[in-house]
Nanobody, 124 residues
Framework: EVQLVESGGGLVQPGGSLRLSCAAS????????MSWVRQAPGKGPEWVSA????????YYADSVKGRFTISRDNAKNTLYLQMNSLKPEDTAVYYC?????????????????WGQGTQVTVSS
């Protein structure tokens, strides 16, 4: 059974930082591309970032480029999202996700496997 478990969310002041983690199990993590997707209150899902299976290629939405960094540790079956210079508009539930065929298309958010999400709130 595929499981994705996010952690690391919380309340942070504008300009602060958080690092999200996504622990994966039930599939061969190192062969799957991965994405982060977020959903703000009252809004639809927004793709945030993606990384290929080996970690050598990364992709970002324009809204987070230069502030967020996606990475992965295939030995630990874990995906990360380092978020710096956080803004109130980054407030959302953040999900890690992937597709059953192991491939994700940057910019999209239609995936087969999702975690339960972790809340990030940026507020003073």
């Amino acid at each position: 059974e595929v499981q994705l478990v996010e952690s690391g969310g919380g309340l942070v002041q504008p300009g602060g930082s958080l690092r999200l983690s996504c622990a994966a199990s039930g599939f061969t993590f190192g062969t799957y591309d991965m994405s982060w997707v977020r959903q703000a209150p009252g809004k639809g899902p927004e793709w945030v970032s993606a990384i290929n299976s080996g970690g050598g290629s990364t992709y970002y939405a324009d809204s987070v480029k230069g502030r967020f960094t996606i990475s992965r540790d295939n030995a630990k079956n874990t995906l990360y999202l380092q978020m710096n210079s956080l803004k109130p508009e980054d407030t959302a539930v953040y999900y890690c996700a992937t597709d059953r065929d192991g491939m994700v298309v940057p910019g999209t958010y239609i995936y087969d496997y999702w975690g339960q999400g972790t809340q990030v709130t940026v507020s003073s």
